[in-house]
């Protein structure tokens, strides 16, 4: 997948995850039913063990990639300074089949299955390049803080 920086969207803006805990990069595409992320995995991600991204991080990674879907009606700004809190409150189905390593980039798409206010279910497929690293069907919640 070819990233060109003109047609990025910076993950800040849908999510309230940072460092360390943030396992998104950029948003390639997104709309109200479906997203598309990219993350390259760093040697020093706190999920990394043994030169691998472990399971946890995958998980990690889905969930983040499935959020902004449902996290987009938050930050609908860029200024926006909303705090929100968000957990997955499902896993309906996880296939894991294989663990890329550091350095490797990885690429999510996610789409909604079901929203109902603020919970919905998303079923997401991340690739290292063309090979299915992990598929998952979760369900999420995200709320904001006053």
Excluded at 17 to 33: A, K, Q
Excluded at 82 to 97: A, D, R, S
């Amino acid at each position: 997948m070819e990233l060109k920086e003109e047609n990025l969207i910076n993950i800040h803006h849908f999510l309230p995850h940072r460092e360390p805990m943030l396992m998104v990069d950029y948003i390639l595409e997104l709309t109200p039913e479906k997203v598309v992320t990219s993350f390259e995995i760093k040697s020093d991600n706190i999920f990394v063990h043994n030169n691998q991204f472990i399971e946890a991080g995958l998980i990690e990674h889905s969930a983040q990639t499935s959020s902004s879907i449902l996290g987009q009606s938050f930050f609908a700004s860029p200024e926006s300074n909303t705090k929100v809190i968000g957990f997955i409150t499902n896993i309906k189905k996880i296939e894991i089949f294989g663990l890329p390593e550091a350095g490797n980039k990885i690429f999510s798409k996610a789409s909604l299955i079901s929203k109902y206010e603020n919970i919905c279910q998303i079923f997401c497929e991340t690739f290292l390049d063309e090979k299915l690293v992990i598929r998952t069907e979760i369900s999420l919640f995200i709320q904001e803080v006053k």
